[in-house]
């Protein structure tokens, strides 16, 4: 059975740093592309970042420059470092694994606020 398990979310200033980690289990981590998704308040979701299994990187827009993905195989874990956090950046954040979208955390909140 799949898990993941998304931790490290909490209240942070505005240009504050925090880095989110997802522990994995039950498939295969090594071999699939990982992803981060997000949904604010009251809004849909949305793709922050993904990482495939030669750990080449993609960002949205939104957050390119100010966040960095990575993937630790030996850990089965996949890490996201947020770095000048801005308000808008609060949200559930959830690991998610495949292109298809296949499996879903159950997500970490973080809220950026001063």
């Known amino acids: 059975e799949v898990h993941l398990v998304e931790s490290g979310g909490g209240l942070v200033q505005p240009g504050g740093s925090l880095r989110l980690s997802c522990a994995a289990s039950?498939?295969?981590?090594?071999?699939?592309?990982l992803n981060w998704v997000r949904q604010a308040p009251g809004k849909g979701l949305e793709w922050v970042s993904g990482?495939?299994?030669?750990?080449?990187?993609y960002y949205a827009h939104s957050v390119k420059g100010r966040f960095a993905v990575s993937r630790d195989n030996a850990k089965n874990t996949l890490l996201l470092q947020m770095n000048s956090l801005k308000p808008e950046d609060t949200a559930l954040y959830y690991c998610?694994?495949?292109?298809?979208?296949?499996?879903w955390g159950k997500g970490t909140l973080v809220t950026v606020s001063s």
């Open positions: 039950g498939f295969t981590f090594s071999g699939y592309y």
């Open positions: 990482i495939n299994s030669g750990g080449t990187t």
């Open positions: 998610v694994s495949g292109y298809g979208m296949e499996y």
